[in-house]
């Protein structure tokens, strides 16, 4: 939403000002002295060099605008001012004597008694511009008659510009600079602070769109208010820069103002959520139709083509603006009556603009127009202060939701946690078991069989210290399945030899009973050590191993072989010369207790099992890998 004070400077701009004031005869300098006009008239002229002879025509009011009386003129003109003075007091004769001129249009200069006073910039094209500066100039006393002095002001300007002079007035300097400050004010510094309230705004919007594209309102306001900026700073500016010429400058003015209401129309439909592709496309065409138009029109058509541009996009924006306050009056939405009041009072303040535009009330009044950008700036405070309350409010109802789901999500996860938890001890249960059976199959079974083998073969009694000795090697086989529960306080022994140790001194001497001649191949040392858990399951295969030998193979020979293929494999060979078996039809009617155990543990390990065997020989081979030791301890071994 923006303004409505372009609607009245345009108007400015385009036809100055309508207040009807006759030319004053009589002005009061003080309460002694006072300045009387003779003559106000007016002449075509060709050049600012060249001062008419005839065709001097008299001027009854001001301001004077060319188009009442020398239709369609466009060029150079000269207002001849002829006046005396006198004072009651003659000491105060010596008072200097202030001239205020409220415009030029478009530029001019100002003679005293012949004399420069002032003068704009350019006086030909780019014409420097002058119908938005008001001024007064001190007259010098040492160049003034006291009867017959003569000020003259020339003027060139174009037909489609209004061109002429605005009021003028003879006063003490004081007041003279007392009125200019305040036609500043109204005229200028006003719609200065407009500008930078409107630029404030529009980076607030534009930063807003630019994080959130779906607000696209914010998008179209910050349009909106880039166009009235350039349409307000080009009707102050004093030079035509960057234009070409004022008459470019004028087009382009015109131009800004079409755009400004294209943009602030389309951010009200945004605004109350109404999207009309058609009507909006229509809106385009006709911005671009109307535009061109304004550019290509010859220069005695521009007055009356600007004019109907000018109408018909104030028409457009109060078709708009009533269909606003419909929309409003409909949904009852807070927002919608907001903006629709803000529109109101911003309209009310045109209308009060209106009346001092065509009206002279024979005061200076300042326009109200200019502070529609507070009221606009009060509506985006209070609009994102709504919106940031109803996004908080959003999100301390959708904190209150997740935390409502969190608990129950919370819930329903920590009875997950339990009824896993629940099948984790029952799966550990059931390995632990599994590994129990192994265990004691392949340890505290390999004892007790090779027990009963030396008990059954025993010609004669057992005595009772060599059946204690038994017992106490049942009892450490049954430690050890219990030690092995815990495998993370097993040690890796220094040595293979040591390893293996244990389990050739218990099967030797059942072997040598047997006549079962056995051969221990060991590695003296570690090239990679192998962990606790890689011992115990090869201590497992190995034990098995042997337990098979001595209770099925009826072999006379047995070699069990330990080194290492590579720095990072492990092998562990068992041969004998026994009776054999067949190995495919015992893999495919289901392996044996012990096979399968073998089996799992190696691959458990990452390793490999393979069984071989012919009548007369059979191998059991398995490999592991291992994880290689540093280089200084390789080296050391070495």
Not at 14 to 27: D, M
Not at 55 to 77: F, I, Q
Not at 130 to 149: A, F, H, T
């Amino acid at each position: 939403m923006q303004k409505w004070a372009f609607v009245w400077l345009i108007v400015c701009c385009l036809i100055g000002t309508y207040s009807n004031a006759f030319v004053a005869n009589v002005y009061e300098i003080n309460d002694q002295c006072q300045v009387k006009l003779d003559e106000l008239s007016k002449a075509k002229t060709a050049s600012n060099l060249e001062l008419p002879q005839m065709g001097w025509e008299p001027v009854k009011t001001l301001p004077d605008r060319w188009g009442l009386t020398w239709p369609n003129y466009s060029g150079g003109a000269w207002y001849r001012l002829k006046w005396g003075w006198q004072c009651n007091d003659n000491a105060r004769l010596a008072e200097p004597i202030a001239l205020s001129l409220n415009y030029i249009n478009s530029a001019g200069a100002v003679f005293l008694n012949g004399d420069l006073l002032w003068r704009d910039q350019h006086l030909t094209e780019p014409l420097s511009k002058s119908w938005n500066m008001p001024r007064y100039w001190v007259l010098p006393i040492s160049g003034l008659k006291q009867d017959n002095n003569e000020i003259l002001i020339y003027v060139y300007g174009y037909a489609a510009q209004s061109a002429g002079i605005g009021k003028l007035e003879f006063s003490d300097v004081k007041t003279a600079d007392i009125h200019n400050q305040k036609r500043l004010w109204n005229s200028r510094t006003l719609f200065q602070i407009n500008i930078i309230l409107s630029g404030c705004l529009g980076i607030i919007c534009l930063s807003i769109w630019l994080f959130r594209r779906s607000e696209s309102s914010f998008g179209w306001f910050a349009l909106s208010t880039f166009f009235w900026i350039l349409f307000v700073a080009n009707t102050l500016s004093t030079e035509t820069y960057p234009f070409s010429s004022s008459l470019v400058a004028a087009r382009a003015n015109i131009s800004f103002f079409a755009l400004y209401i294209l943009s602030l129309c389309t951010y009200i439909f945004r605004f109350i959520h109404v999207k009309k592709p058609k009507t909006e496309c229509a809106m385009l065409i006709i911005a671009f139709v109307l535009i061109l138009s304004l550019w290509t029109v010859p220069l005695n058509l521009m007055s009356k083509v600007s004019s109907s541009v000018f109408l018909f996009y104030c028409g457009t924006l109060l078709v708009v603006y009533v269909y606003l306050c419909i929309v409003s009056f409909k949904t009852k939405r807070l927002d919608f009556i907001f903006l629709a009041v803000c529109m109101s009072i911003i309209l009310m303040f045109s209308v009060f603009d209106i009346y001092l535009l065509f009206t002279n009330t024979g005061h200076e009044v300042a326009p109200l127009s200019p502070y529609s950008s507070p009221i606009i700036m009060l509506f985006i405070v209070i609009l994102l202060a709504s919106r940031l309350n109803k996004n908080f409010q959003k999100i301390e109802k959708f904190n209150e939701e997740l935390s409502t789901k969190v608990q129950q999500v919370s819930l329903d996860l920590s009875s997950s946690l339990n009824d896993k938890h629940r099948l984790a001890l029952t799966n550990a249960r059931l390995q632990e078991r599994i590994k129990l059976s192994h265990d004691l199959h392949d340890g505290l079974g390999s004892s007790i069989v090779r027990s009963m083998i030396l008990v059954d073969q025993c010609a004669t009694n057992i005595p009772n210290q060599q059946f204690l000795s038994m017992l106490k090697l049942l009892r450490d086989d049954l430690r050890q399945i219990i030690d092995s529960g815990s495998e993370t306080d097993n040690k890796i022994p220094e040595t293979p030899i040591i390893w293996l140790a244990p389990i050739r001194h218990r099967f030797s001497q059942l072997m040598d009973e047997m006549d079962i001649q056995a051969t221990w191949n060991l590695a003296k040392q570690w090239e990679a050590e192998p962990t606790a858990l890689q011992c115990l399951n090869l201590s497992r295969v190995l034990e098995e191993s042997l337990t098979n030998i001595i209770k099925h193979s009826q072999a006379t020979q047995v070699r069990v072989t330990l080194g290492f293929i590579d720095q990072h494999k492990l092998e562990l060979q068992i041969e004998d010369n026994g009776l054999g078996f067949n190995v495919a039809c015992m893999t495919q009617n289901g392996m044996s207790i012990g096979m399968r155990s073998m089996k799992t543990r190696v691959e458990r390990m990452g390793g490999q099992l393979q069984i071989t065997s012919i009548k007369g020989e059979t191998i059991v081979q398995a490999i592991i890998y291992l994880k290689l030791k540093k280089h200084d301890d390789i080296n050391r071994q070495n």
